[in-house]
């Protein structure tokens, strides 16, 4: 089972989870993890070439995938730069994924079945929202 998720890079909140087999590739589940408001869509080389899929699911986003840095024997330095920095604002996916495997201590799928691990995701991603915002939670209620 894999986990897809959306999250704000501003907020670092988690706007959409999605899971499917091992064997779905991340790129088939780009347009559900977007929800057309985006300014900007940060993505792993696994979205490498979905420029067309990410202006459907989103007209005004600007494609801030990774890029390949080699051809052939050559390396250029400048995409190899830009992509450093793309990582940075994507370790921000990370970050949920930490918090879900560490403090909640989900390693592992529990039950048979995609539907019911679903729903079991989607739970423990409301409650890492939440964690996410438990500082800002507590000075709204004092």
Not at 11 to 30: C, F, G, N, P, Y
Not at 120 to 127: E, I, K, S, T
Request: aromatic letters at 8%.
């Amino acid at each position: 089972m894999k986990a897809h998720i959306g999250v704000d890079s501003k907020e670092d909140h988690i706007h959409s989870v999605r899971s499917t087999s091992a064997s779905v590739a991340d790129k088939h589940m780009l347009p559900d993890l977007l929800h057309g408001q985006e300014h900007k869509v940060w993505g792993d080389g696994g979205y490498q070439g979905q420029g067309e899929t990410i202006r459907a699911a989103a007209p005004h986003a600007q494609d801030m995938t990774w890029r390949r840095t080699r051809y052939g024997k050559k390396v250029d330095e400048v995409q190899r730069k830009k992509n450093r920095t793309k990582a940075r604002v994507r370790a921000k996916v990370e970050h949920p994924f930490r918090i879900l495997k560490r403090v909640f201590g989900f390693v592992k799928v529990r039950f048979r079945g995609l539907k019911k691990n679903h729903h079991h995701l989607c739970a423990a991603f409301a409650l890492v929202n939440l964690y996410m915002y438990r500082k800002r939670l507590a000075t709204l209620g004092s």
